[in-house]
């Protein structure tokens, strides 16, 4: 009864966008608060570091080129997990299906010879396979085996690492110029169209805003949300659910190993081990972060873009690897906490009529 | 009855509460109620869907926080801010849904959430305390079991012997006999008679008035949130009990007249023959059952709920494949029964739980609202899906149900549950052209709605839809049906005309009884 005891949180079940959007902002705040105390206590001037992040990844051309390099595989593995999640589902090999996006558009590239743009336009084809043929397995022991596609996605990502790693300081080795990890370079280039910024970044904008377009307003859209909102609703009002699913994870693969395609045509221009720089798994965050919404998959990108370069930066003014990972999880902790706060209303607990308790 | 109410006059009330007042938007829950319970006796809470009796009582256990009015304690004006501070106290509620772990024993939901749980035991610790405290306070569990595994009755006794587990003295049961075959209610009964005597106190919230005769030392009725009259249950009877709890002429009244007499049977459009079918758990949920589906009459279902019902309608909706036996339609038997094939015919189906299967409850109202419609027009246009035209439907449909939306675009889980309920049960009329399956339809809605929904089932019917009613309230089938069915363990214990039937057969047929020789009955095959 006493002062303390009269404030208790409260949860509520349906938070506003806005809601969210807020604690988020206060949590990012905090969250470089916390950083730049750590820092400052090492000896470091968080004013200047953070000053240097903003002019070198906003505030130049090279910076905002580097970032868009960043944002494109960023947004289309945040899409495959997005469009997986709007089914109930997890996609955590969306790293798996862009290494093996990379390997099948390298493959086309080093061993078929054509007009560029056709070629292009075949190593687009052959990564969005690769992706799709990576969560095959996953997605039929998931429908019609019940079997978790959080484990199946997530392990054959080592696999495809593995295979990826052995064609490339393997069969496919660059001989000609005698790197030991890499394979030769990829004759097909994704045209530039803002300094080094290929083209693939347009269709990274555009995936999920057609993605969101499809859900919104066509009828395969319109299943697909019911049937991740409730599946048993969807058997009840005649939807092939198991077909749906399927679909799905497939799309879901298939983007991810595009974004391993651009990756290799429009970045990177060869096939190497950690070509991948665990995009995949990013995407998993960038999806969280997006909630759900595919529209949101470009802002979580953004920030994602954003932490990635600074880290960039940051080691180039003296931090080491781990701190700038610090830092990383630092943020990403902070947002998570954040969106559960959001949830939780604070209010009066009922007080006790002490004084009429003993009249009465 | 006894002297004991009489002696316990003079002393003061276990719990008193006064002037309790409650409202929710556009809702008044409770209005200057006064409630007071005894030590020693076993206090009825009456009144329709509705009344407030489960508002009243999530106040007193301090799951809401009421607007005005006090709760005294022994005498002592006391608040709970939750469940776990009323336990604490010694009061504790059963609710009408249980609130268990599914997946855990039973002696481990008794140690849920129990200071006295000891911090280091195995299964066998729990379950030997757990067989203690089952023999102490009277309540046969078998410790080891999976909550899953149990029947309503032995669910609802763990959920009472947690409680009493925790010392309560002040024992609030919600509607506790709805899900108990009448075996299981003498059961339950013989167990609160042993409570009472120990000197405890009830709470027996019901709308059921035989019951609240047989088990209850006093009544207080409540009637729209307000309460009507607190009585000695001597002093009252049946009819008394219903007048004071409806409050006005049975609105009820006059549903058979609106029934268009017919000459001869309709034709039958859905038939099982022998279709058995597993549940959920893929053990035998649907035993053999034959029955005919007539165009033009209203065919009820009774039984007591968990009995074959879900898995009867799911068959007759395409929900659920049969394991064998056949299902025709209009004398044809179907290959492999579908719901997009009993959609196309023109089969609506009012499911028995909204939430898990009928509406998808974190998209939007207008999202809901199109569940069957939206593959045609105006709502699908080749592969698009037009948003305006399913607002347009979704307004049309809130219209006829009778809800105000705040928006069309608020989860219909943010709608109570009524309105849910309202909103599907028109959805689903909107395409019933040949027949419609009604699970439950009155649950959650209160008498005015109850009569509404029954009336537009007699329409259909009038119109020559075949209706199935499922419910578990015999009045209600007795007032509408044509012929009702009695389903027992799965099985369809027997069919019959209603102006044939009679009360007494029907329910013991529930109870897995079979009928007594003399009784009147016809196979209507």
Redesign the interface.
């Known amino acids: 009864m006493s002062g303390l005891q009269s404030l ?1 949180l409260v949860r509520v ?2 938070v506003s966008g806005r809601r969210i959007l807020a604690a988020r902002v206060i949590s990012f705040i905090a969250a470089l608060a916390v950083g730049a105390v750590v820092l400052a206590a090492c000896g470091f001037d968080p004013l200047h570091l953070g000053t240097q992040i903003l002019k070198k990844s906003l505030g130049s051309r090279f910076g905002l080129e580097d970032l868009g390099l960043l944002l494109t595989p960023l947004i289309l593995t945040g899409l495959a997990v997005t469009v997986m999640m709007k089914i109930g589902l997890w996609n955590i090999g969306a790293d798996g299906q862009f290494y093996i996006g990379a390997f099948a558009a390298t493959a086309i590239g080093l061993f078929v010879k054509g007009p560029e743009p056709a070629m292009l336009v075949l190593c687009f084809i052959a990564g969005a396979a690769g992706g799709a043929l990576w969560i095959l397995v996953p997605t039929l022991a998931r429908a019609y085996g019940k079997v978790d596609e959080i484990i199946t996605t997530l392990l054959l990502n080592f696999v495809a690492l593995l295979l990826v790693y052995y064609v490339a300081t393997g069969p496919w080795r660059d001989r000609t110029t005698g790197t030991v990890a890499s394979t030769g370079r990829v004759p097909y280039e994704m045209p530039d169209f803002f300094g080094s910024l290929h083209w693939g970044f347009v269709i990274a904008l555009i995936a999920p805003v057609l993605f969101g377009l499809l859900l ?7 299943e697909i ?2 049937t991740g ?2 599946p ?7 939807i092939p659910v198991r077909r749906r699913m399927i679909t799905i994870m497939l799309l879901s693969g298939a983007i991810a190993g595009l974004a391993g395609m651009l990756e290799v045509t429009g970045t990177v221009h060869r096939l190497q081990g950690g070509i991948s720089n665990n995009y995949g798994y990013l995407g998993v965050m960038v999806a969280v972060l997006a909630r759900g919404s595919p529209v949101g998959v470009i802002a979580g990108a953004a920030l994602m873009a954003i932490i990635l370069n600074a880290g960039i930066i940051l080691q180039t003014q003296g931090l080491t690897t781990a701190a700038v990972l610090a830092l990383t999880g630092l943020i990403m902790m902070f947002t998570a906490v954040a969106d559960q706060f959001a949830h939780y209303r604070l209010v009066r ?6 004084a ?2 003993a009249a ?1 | 009855m006894t002297d004991i109410p009489a002696l316990a006059t003079l002393e003061q009330p276990v719990i008193a509460l ?1 002037g309790i007042g409650k409202v929710f938007p556009g809702v008044i829950a409770n209005a200057d109620v006064d409630f007071d319970l005894r030590a020693g006796e076993i206090h009825a809470l009456l009144g329709e869907n509705g009344a407030g009796k489960s508002t009243l009582m999530n106040i007193l256990t301090g799951i809401y ?1 009421p607007d005005s009015g ?1 709760i ?1 304690l022994d ?5 709970f ?1 939750s469940p776990v501070e009323a336990i604490a106290a010694g009061i504790g509620m059963v609710h009408q849904h249980f609130k268990l772990v599914r997946a855990f024993t039973v002696a481990e939901n008794v140690h849920l959430g129990w200071k006295e749980t000891p911090r280091l035991a195995s299964a066998q610790v729990l379950e030997a305390r757990t067989r203690e405290l089952s023999e102490r306070y009277g309540l046969a569990v078998r410790a080891e079991a999976r909550i899953d595994e149990l029947s309503a009755g032995e669910q609802q006794r763990v959920e009472i012997l947690r409680v009493l587990a925790r010392q309560a003295r002040v024992l609030i049961l919600d509607e506790p006999t709805a899900v108990l075959t009448p075996s299981e209610a003498r059961t339950l009964f013989k167990a609160l008679r042993a409570f009472k005597a120990a000197g405890n106190s009830v709470i027996f919230i019901s709308h059921k008035l035989d019951e609240v005769l047989e088990i209850s030392d006093r009544v207080t009725v409540l009637r729209g949130g307000r309460k009507v009259i607190t009585e000695p249950t001597a002093n009252c009877t049946t009819t008394k009990l219903a007048q004071l709890m409806v409050g006005r002429e049975m609105v009820l009244g006059g549903l058979r007249e609106a029934m268009t007499p017919r000459d001869e049977p309709g034709r039958v459009v859905i038939s099982l023959e022998n279709v058995s079918a597993a549940d959920d758990r893929g053990r035998a949920g649907l035993i053999e059952a034959s029955l005919p589906v007539r165009a033009g009459e209203i065919l009820g279902i009774a039984g007591v709920a968990g009995n074959g019902q879900r898995e009867l309608s799911e068959i007759l ?1 395409g ?1 659920r494949k049969p394991t064998s036996g056949k299902v025709l339609i209009e004398g044809v038997a179907v290959e492999d029964p ?4 009993f ?1 196309d015919i023109g089969v609506g ?1 009012i ?1 028995e739980d909204r939430l ?8 939007s109202v207008s ?1 809901n609202a ?3 419609a ?2 045609e027009p105006p709502i ?1 246009q080749g ?5 305006g035209a399913a607002d347009t439907l979704a307004r049309e449909i809130a219209a006829d149900a009778e809800v105000t939306l705040p928006s069309l675009r608020t ?1 219909i ?2 709608l109570s549950g009524g309105n849910q309920q309202r909103l599907v049960a028109r959805r689903e009329m909107r395409i019933a052209r040949l027949a419609i399956v009604a699970a439950y339809p009155s649950r959650g809605l209160d008498v005015g709605a109850i009569s509404t929904l029954l009336r537009y089932l007699i329409d259909l019917r009038n119109a020559g839809v075949a209706v199935v009613l499922i419910s578990e309230e015999l009045s209600e089938l007795f007032d509408v049906t044509d012929r009702i069915a009695v389903m027992f363990k799965g099985r369809v214990m027997g069919l019959f005309e209603t102006k044939d039937a009679d009360l007494e057969t029907v329910g013991l047929l529930m109870g897995g009884q079979t009928k007594p020789a003399t009784a009147p009955t016809v196979e209507a095959a």
């Not at chain 1, 919104?216 to 319109?222: A, D, E, L």
């Not at chain 2, 005498?75 to 608040?79: E, K, P």
């Not at chain 2, 592969?383 to 948003?387: A, D, G, N, S, V």
């Open positions: 208790r079940s349906a919104r307003y066509t009828k395969w859209g319109y949300r019911l909102a409730n048993e609703a969807a058997h009840y009002a005649g607990a009922l007080p006790v009529p002490a009429s308790a009465g | 006064e926080r006090r005294l005498g002592v004006a006391q608040a801010n909706t929900v579908s719901p997009a094939l959609l189906h499911p898990r299967s009928g509406v998808a409850p974190s998209l999202d199109v569940l069957r939206y593959t699908a592969i698009l899906f037009k948003p989860p889980r943010n």
